[in-house]
């Protein structure tokens, strides 16, 4: 059974930074894509970023370009976001995800095992 688990969430003040992590156990995901999902209260859960081995350069949403960083330790099985200068609007439950394909995608019905997130809040 594959399991993702995040940490890392917490409170940060605007401008501030955080490092979340998701640590995978069950399977090896160093060969497929792997991303980070959020999903604030009553909106739609939204791509944030995912990586893949085999792509090359990883993939962000536009909101997050330049401020957040993806990026993976293959020999710990763990993804991780790190967060820069972080707004009110970044605030979130966000979500590992970890897919069976090898491109990294951004939509969420192409991951097939999901973590239980943790919560990120930003305060102005």
């Known amino acids: 059974q594959v399991h993702l688990v995040e940490s890392g969430g917490g409170l940060v003040q605007a401008g501030g930074s955080l490092r979340i992590s998701c640590a995978a156990s069950?399977?090896?995901?160093?060969?497929?894509?792997m991303g980070w999902f959020r999903q604030a209260p009553g909106k739609e859960r939204e791509f944030v970023a995912a990586?893949?081995?085999?792509?090359?350069?990883?993939k962000y949403a536009d909101s997050v370009k330049g401020r957040f960083a993806i990026s993976r330790d293959n020999a710990k099985n763990t993804l991780y976001l790190q967060m820069n200068s972080l707004k009110p609007e970044d605030t979130a439950v966000y979500y590992c995800?970890?897919?069976?394909?090898?491109?990294?995608?951004?939509?969420?019905?192409?991951?097939?095992?999901w973590g239980q997130g943790t919560q990120v809040t930003v305060s102005s």
């Open positions: 995800a970890g897919s069976n394909i090898v491109v990294p995608t951004t939509t969420p019905s192409a991951y097939d095992y």
């Open positions: 069950g399977r090896t995901f160093s060969s497929v894509a």
């Open positions: 990586t893949s081995w085999f792509a090359g350069s990883p």
